[in-house]
C-alpha cells in the first residue's frame, strides 16, 4: 500500500519529504509502518501554509508521534489566533525551544484574545508534549487534557507576559486535566523544564476526576524569577477526585514554588493519598513572603495524604500564606512531615502563616510528625496558632519543635498557642517511642491548650517551655500546658512518658473551670531540667487548679508522682476556688530533686490552697504521701476559706527517707499553716500511714492554725524538729488552759491534757493524767513520744504512739482523770505529750511533756513459815497502786488492795493472807 506524500515548510519553502513505500511484500499482506513527521511552523499568522494551524492540522492527519517546530524567523514572536485551533487527537510533540534565539526562555507566544471560548491547547491523546510556549490571553483557558495518558507541559509561561513579568490572564484555568487523563508531568526536576503558571483567571492547575498526575518544578502564582506575586485568580493548584495526585516530589528541582495566588496554593478535594512534597508554598525565591491569600496547603475530604515525608527533600516549605499553612478538613490518616511551616527555607526566620501552621478539623488518624528525625516538623513563626486540632480523633502529634527554628534553640514564636485542641478525642502529643515526644516552646499565649470538648488526650514525653537541648528555658509566655476541659492525661509512670514542663512564663500547667474535670496528672517534672537535678523554674505556679474538680496529681504507683520544683515566684502547687475539690494530690516531689536528698525550691510554698475544700493531699495507701520538703516557705498553707481537706501520710521539711533535714520555711514560715476561715481540715489520722512526718522547719512551728480557723483535727502525725512549737494555736507560746475551756479562738484554743506520769516497759507504756475542757462531750486523746522535750516545755511528738477516748463528765468539774496503756515500747529516757480533739475536730496543742519512768517490777513471794505472800516492787516508783483479779478473762475486774504498802530496805512491801481461790492475780497500776 503506498504512502501518501507529507509536506513540511522550513524558511518559507515547501520540503516534501517523500515516505518511501514498504516492499510489495508487505504491502500485499496490507502491513504499513508510520514514521514520524516534523512540522516547522515559520509563519506568525493565525492561517495558512506554515503557521500553527497548519501544523497542527496535519499532525492530526496520523496517529504518528509527530513534532512541531518552529523557526518563524528568530527571537520572540507572537501568534494571535483568531479562532480556537484544532483539538488534538493524535500524539504530537510542540517544542517552541526549537525557534532561533530559544536560551532557556519560552520565545513564541500564542495570543488567545480573539481565539474564541475553547483553551488554547485542547490535547485529548496521551503522549504529547508542550514545550517551550508562551500562552496566554486565551477565555477558555490556555490548555486542556483530556482522556489520554502520559502528556507532559514543560518550560511554559502559562498566564503571563512573554517575559513572565506580568499577568496576562487566560480566562479559566492555566491548564485543566481531566476525563480520567493519567500520568501527565507538568513541569519537571530541571530548571530548564519549568512552567510559570500564573496570573490566570481561576487556577493555575486543575485535576478534575484524573489520579496519578505529576506536578513538578514548576513556579505557580509568581513570575519567572519567583520574585514577586503574578496571581492567579483562586488557587494555584486545584486537586478534584483525583486520587494519587503528586504535586512536587523529593528528588532536587521536583518541587514547586507556589505563591502568590488568590486562594489556597494547593487545594485537594474530594480525592485521596495525594502527595505534597518538596515545595515552597507562600514564599519567594529568595524566601521573602508573598502570600497565597488563603490556606498553603487545603485538603477537604479524601484519606491517606502525605504532606512531606522523611526523605531528605521531600519536606515541604508553607509559610506566608493568609490563612493556615496546611488545613486538612475531613482528612483522616494523613500525615504532614519533615516540613517547615511559618519559617523561611532555612528554618531560622519567622514568615508567619497569618493562621495556624496546621489547622486539623474533622479528621481522624493523623499523623503530624513522627519519631525519625527527619519525620520532624519545625513549626514556628505563625500568627496564630502552631497546631489547632478541632474535632479530631485518634491522631498523633511526634517528634516536632513548635515554636523553635530549626536549630532548636532559639525562639522563633507562634503568635497563639504552640498546639490548641478544641472538640477532640484520642490525640496524642507525644508518645513513649524514642523520639516521639514534641519540644513545645517560645510561643506567646500557651504551649498547648486544651479548650471545649477535648477530653481523653494524651501528652508524653514532650518537652514543653525548653529548648531542644533541655539545657536552656525557652519559655511559653503563658502556661506550659493549659487544660479547660476533662479526662485528658498528662504524662504517666513510666519514665518514657514523663513530660519536662519548666521555665514557662507563667504556670507549668493550668487547669481551669468546672469543664476540666477528672484531668490526671503523673510521673511528670516540672520546674526542673530533664535530668531532674537543676531547676528550670516556671515563673508562677507549677501546676495551678481554678474551679476544676477531681484532678489528680501524681498516684501511688510507682513513678506516678510528679516532681514539682522550683517556681520562681509562687507555690509549687495553687488549688483555688471552691470548684477545686476532690483533688488527690498523692506520691509527688514538692520542692526537691528527683532523688528528694536535696533542695530545688519553690518560691512560695510546696503547696498552697485559697478557698478550695474537699481535697486529699496523701492519704493512707502505701505510696500515697508526698514530699513537701525544701520549700522557700510553707510547705503546705490554707487560706481564706480552704476547708475540708485531708492532709495524711505526707513527709514535710524531711529528705525522701523521712528522718533526715531538708527543710522548708527557709524564710519566717511555718510548715503547714491553717489560716483565718479554713475549717474542719484533717491533719494526719489514727489509722494507719495517715499520720504526717512534720519536721525540721528553720524558724517558726511545725502546724500553725490562726485565730478564726476552727474544726482543724491535727492527729496522729510525727511532729519533731521545728524551731517553734510542734503544734501552734493563736500567738506564737504555748496557749495555756483554762477552766472548763471557755475561751475562743483558734480551734477554740481547745485544752490540752496535763500528763501527771508515764511509765514504760518493753512492750507498752501506761500513761496518766487528767483532762480539762467541755463537760459532757468525748475527746480523743493523741499521745506521742520524743527523745527530748521541745525547749518551751510543750511537746514535740515525733513518734505516735496511739489514741485513747476520754468522756468528761456533765457536772461543774469539767475534768476528768484518765489512764491509758498502749502497747507501743520506747526508749528510756524519752519524753511523751498529749494532744486533745474534740468531737468537732478542735485539736490542742501539745501538752507539756512527761518524762518516762520504768514501770516498776512486782515481785512475790511467800513469806517463810506464814500462811501469808509478800508482794514488793521498788520505793522509787510513786503514785502506783496495787490491785488484784480472779481471773483474766474479758472483762476483767481489777480491784484494789487495800494493804498499805511499807517502805523497807528500798523496796515497797505489801503482806497479804494466802487465799483459798485456786488462782489470783496482781498487778501494779496508776489510778
Known amino acids: ?312 527533600g521531600a519536606g515541604n516549605v508553607v509559610s506566608g500564606n493568609g490563612a493556615a499553612g496546611i488545613f486538612l478538613r475531613l482528612a483522616s490518616g494523613s500525615s504532614v512531615e519533615g516540613n517547615r511551616l511559618g519559617t523561611d527555607p532555612a528554618g531560622t526566620l519567622a514568615r508567619g502563616n497569618s493562621r495556624a501552621g496546621v489547622t486539623m478539623e474533622g479528621s481522624s488518624g493523623c499523623v503530624v510528625g513522627g519519631t525519625a528525625p527527619g519525620a520532624r516538623n519545625v513549626i514556628a513563626g505563625n500568627r496564630q496558632d502552631g497546631i489547632y486540632l478541632t474535632n479530631c480523633q485518634s491522631s498523633q502529634i511526634e517528634g516536632n519543635w513548635i515554636g523553635l527554628d530549626a536549630t532548636g534553640n532559639t525562639a522563633l514564636a507562634n503568635a497563639f498557642n504552640g498546639v490548641t485542641v478544641v472538640n477532640s478525642t484520642g490525640v496524642t502529643l507525644g508518645g513513649t517511642a524514642a523520639g516521639a515526644g514534641n519540644v513545645v516552646s517560645g510561643n506567646t499565649v500557651n504551649g498547648v491548650s486544651l479548650l471545649e470538648n477535648a477530653t481523653g488526650n494524651s501528652f508524653l514525653g514532650n518537652w514543653i517551655g525548653l529548648n531542644a537541648g533541655g539545657n536552656a528555658a525557652r519559655p511559653n509566655l503563658g502556661a506550659g500546658i493549659y487544660l479547660a476541659s476533662g479526662s485528658n492525661f498528662v504524662g504517666g509512670a513510666s519514665a518514657a512518658a514523663r513530660n519536662v514542663i519548666s521555665g514557662n512564663g507563667v504556670q507549668g500547667i493550668y487547669i481551669n473551670g468546672a469543664a476540666a474535670a477528672g484531668n490526671v496528672i503523673q510521673g511528670n517534672y516540672i ?32 513513678g506516678a508522682g510528679n516532681l514539682i520544683s522550683g517556681s520562681v515566684n509562687n507555690a509549687g502547687i495553687f488549688l483555688h476556688n471552691p470548684g477545686t475539690r476532690g483533688t488527690l494530690v498523692q506520691g509527688n516531689f514538692i520542692g526537691t530533686r528527683a532523688d528528694g536528698n536535696a533542695a530545688l525550691p519553690n518560691y512560695l510554698e510546696g503547696i498552697y490552697l485559697e478557698n478550695a475544700g474537699t481535697n486529699l493531699i496523701g492519704g493512707g495507701a502505701t505510696g500515697a504521701g508526698n514530699l513537701i520538703a525544701g520549700n522557700r516557705t510553707r510547705g503546705i498553707f490554707l487560706k481564706f476559706g480552704a476547708s475540708g481537706n485531708t492532709i495524711q501520710g505526707n513527709r514535710l521539711g524531711t529528705k525522701a527517707d523521712g ?78 488552759n483554762d477552766a472548763c475551756d471557755g475561751d475562743a479562738g483558734a480551734n477554740q484554743q481547745q485544752n490540752f491534757p496535763v500528763l501527771t506520769k508515764a511509765a514504760v516497759t518493753s512492750s507498752g507504756i501506761t500513761i496518766q493524767g487528767d483532762l480539762n475542757s467541755t463537760a459532757g462531750q468525748t475527746y480523743g486523746v493523741d499521745f506521742f513520744a520524743s527523745p527530748l522535750a521541745d525547749p518551751s516545755g510543750y511537746g514535740e511528738g515525733e513518734v505516735y504512739l496511739g489514741s485513747a477516748q476520754v468522756s468528761i463528765p456533765a457536772g461543774p468539774s469539767c475534768s476528768q482523770h484518765f489512764v491509758v496503756g498502749l502497747a507501743r515500747s520506747i526508749p528510756p529516757g524519752w519524753v511523751v505529750t498529749a494532744t486533745a480533739t474534740d468531737a468537732a475536730g478542735n485539736t490542742s496543742e501539745f501538752s507539756a511533756a512527761a518524762a518516762t519512768e520504768p514501770y516498776p517490777a512486782l515481785a512475790i513471794a511467800p513469806l517463810p513459815a506464814s500462811a501469808t505472800i509478800q508482794l514488793s516492787w521498788t520505793n522509787s516508783a510513786t503514785g502506783y497502786v496495787l490491785t488484784t483479779a480472779t481471773n483474766l478473762v474479758p472483762p476483767v475486774l481489777w480491784t484494789s488492795v487495800t494493804n498499805a504498802p511499807v517502805s523497807s530496805n528500798g523496796q515497797w512491801r505489801v503482806s497479804l493472807p494466802r487465799d483459798a481461790l485456786p488462782q489470783r492475780y496482781y498487778r501494779l497500776g496508776l489510778p
Open 527 to 558: 520546674g526542673t531540667t530533664p535530668s531532674g537535678t537543676g531547676a528550670l523554674g516556671n515563673t508562677n505556679t507549677g501546676i495551678y487548679v481554678l474551679n476544676a474538680p477531681s484532678t489528680v496529681i501524681g498516684g501511688v504507683t510507682a
Open 1 to 312: 500500500m503506498p504512502i501518501p506524500a507529507r509536506s513540511s515548510v522550513a524558511h518559507g519553502a515547501v520540503h516534501v519529504r517523500v515516505l518511501a513505500a514498504l516492499w510489495l511484500g508487505l504491502g500485499l499482506l496490507g502491513l504499513t509502518t508510520l514514521r514520524a513527521a516534523v512540522f516547522t511552523v515559520t509563519n506568525a499568522s493565525d492561517s495558512g501554509l506554515g503557521t500553527l494551524r497548519w501544523a497542527l492540522t496535519n499532525a492530526n492527519a496520523d496517529a504518528a508521534q509527530d513534532e512541531i517546530q518552529f523557526a518563524i524567523d528568530s527571537g520572540s514572536k507572537s501568534i494571535t489566533l483568531l479562532s480556537g485551533l484544532p483539538t488534538i487527537n493524535q500524539p504530537v510533540t510542540i517544542d517552541g525551544s526549537t525557534q532561533p534565539g530559544y536560551a532557556g526562555t519560552p520565545l513564541i507566544e500564542l495570543n488567545g484574545t480573539s481565539a474564541g471560548s475553547n483553551p488554547g491547547l485542547y490535547i485529548v491523546p496521551g503522549n504529547c508534549v508542550v514545550r517551550g510556549l508562551v500562552l496566554n490571553r486565551f477565555p477558555g483557558g490556555a490548555i486542556r487534557l483530556l482522556v489520554g495518558d502520559s502528556n507532559t507541559v514543560e518550560n511554559c509561561f502559562i498566564g503571563t507576559d512573554a517575559a513572565g513579568t506580568n499577568a496576562s490572564a487566560n480566562g479559566e484555568f492555566g491548564i485543566w486535566i481531566s476525563s480520567g487523563s493519567v500520568g501527565n508531568v507538568i513541569g519537571g526536576t530541571n530548571a530548564s523544564q519549568r512552567n510559570v503558571i500564573s496570573g490566570n483567571a481561576k487556577a493555575g492547575i486543575y485535576l478534575a476526576q484524573s489520579p496519578g498526575n505529576f506536578v513538578r518544578g514548576n513556579h505557580i502564582g509568581l513570575n519567572a524569577a519567583g520574585t514577586a506575586a503574578v496571581p492567579n485568580g483562586n488557587n494555584g493548584i486545584v486537586v478534584d477526585g483525583s486520587n494519587t495526585a503528586q504535586i512536587g516530589g523529593a528528588e532536587a528541582g521536583q518541587g514547586n514554588l507556589i505563591s502568590g495566588n488568590r486562594d489556597a496554593g494547593v487545594y485537594v478535594k474530594g480525592s485521596s493519598d495525594a502527595m505534597i512534597q518538596g515545595n515552597t508554598i507562600g514564599l519567594s525565591s529568595s524566601g521573602t513572603s508573598v502570600s497565597n491569600w488563603a490556606d498553603g496547603i487545603r485538603i477537604e475530604g479524601g484519606a491517606g495524604h502525605r504532606i512531606g515525608g522523611v526523605a531528605t
Open 659 to 736: 528522718t533526715n533535714a531538708l527543710p522548708n520555711g527557709l524564710i519566717a514560715t511555718q510548715n503547714i499553716e491553717i489560716e483565718s476561715g479554713c475549717n474542719d481540715n484533717q491533719v494526719g489520722g489514727t489509722g494507719a500511714n495517715e499520720g504526717n512526718r512534720i519536721a525540721f522547719n528553720q524558724t517558726y512551728a511545725g502546724v500553725r492554725v490562726r485565730p478564726g480557723a476552727l474544726r482543724n483535727a491535727i492527729r496522729g502525725n510525727a511532729i519533731f524538729s521545728n524551731a517553734a512549737l510542734g503544734i501552734d494555736l493563736e500567738a506564737a507560746n504555748p496557749s495555756l
